[in-house]
């Protein structure tokens, strides 16, 4: 049984937005979509790579594209949806989500402890270029400083994602959302 509408989870790297979407899309009964994972089909190579190759104005294009065309691909189909934890700070993102909401969809931004997301990030992001900052740690103080208020202002509900399994979290989650 699912609400009938979409979920956006947004917040940043590492809170669990896809373990937990994933699970989330599976206690719900409706599909789940990566937007990273679409910007990575479509650009044909990983967003790290895109990032460091064409710059973070051009990764912020092929995400906005990904974006749209994704929504456009499930219609008002009901979904579960994990967005990138930057994807808040472009633009034409933010005016689709807004969008989607003002026809129904929800925003859960998921939360975890500094030191969590470091840890599940860990052994993965070596590729992945520094943003802003002298290194990781540094970066996501920056990123949650410049962040957070979006986060807040678009979010609906805040959730914890850290502390069980991604499965019992998105039972919780489930409950919470009706």
């Not at 579960?80 to 807004?98: F, I, P, Q, S």
């Not at 979006?150 to 399994?165: H, K, N, P, V």
Request: proline share 2%.
């Amino acid at each position: 049984m699912h609400l009938g509408r979409s979920l956006f989870l947004i917040g940043l790297r590492g809170v669990g937005k896809t373990d937990l979407g994933l699970a989330l899309a599976q206690v719900q009964g409706l599909p789940f979509f990566d937007l990273d994972d679409r910007i990575e089909e479509r650009e044909g190579r990983s967003c790290a790579s895109l990032i460091r190759e064409k710059g973070i104005a051009a990764f912020r294009e092929a995400e906005a594209l990904a974006f749209e065309a994704l929504v456009e691909e499930r219609g008002d189909q009901p979904s579960v949806l994990a967005l990138g934890g930057g994807a808040v700070e472009n633009g034409r993102v933010v005016e689709g989500l807004k969008r989607m909401k003002g026809e129904g969809a929800l925003c859960v931004w998921l939360t975890a402890d500094l030191e969590v997301c470091l840890e599940r990030l860990r052994g993965g992001e070596e590729d992945r270029p520094l943003l802003v900052g002298r290194d990781r740690e540094e970066e996501f103080r920056l990123l949650a400083a410049r962040r957070f208020p979006i986060y807040r202002e678009l979010a609906d509900l805040c959730f914890q994602s850290q502390g069980e399994a991604s499965r019992v979290l998105a039972t919780r989650l489930a409950g919470l959302l009706g």
